[in-house]
């Protein structure tokens, strides 16, 4: 009985191990009717456990447009890219404008 046990954890074990290899991302767009702009900026967090970051609370659409220079803002887009079930999470926010 332990050893079947001891199998089914060891392959559980295995396919977490091996699932951490891929990753999922998701893209939100938010646009205005205007064209999409010469100039981007970008802002960004990394967090571990969802406690230990990177990046802090500088991750806003103001941010993004400050690191690009952009004043008038056309086209903004969300991405979250999820490792691990969630274990590692990047948080990016895209700016577009003039």
């Known amino acids: ?7 089914i954890g060891a392959g559980v074990f295995a396919a977490m191990l091996l699932s951490s290899c891929c990753s999922a991302t998701h893209v939100v767009g938010i646009s205005s009717n205007s064209a999409v702009g010469s100039k981007m900026g970008v802002s960004e967090q990394k967090t571990i ?3 230990f970051g990177k990046g802090g609370p500088e991750q806003s659409i103001k941010a993004a447009a400050a690191n690009g220079g ?3 803002i056309s086209h903004v887009e ?3 890219k999820s490792i691990f079930f969630g274990v590692v999470v990047k948080h990016q926010i895209r700016v577009y404008g003039e």
């Open 78 to 80: 969300e991405y979250n």
């Open 1 to 7: 009985m332990k050893k079947i046990f001891s199998i």
């Open 70 to 72: 952009i004043t008038k």
């Open 49 to 51: 456990l969802g406690f």
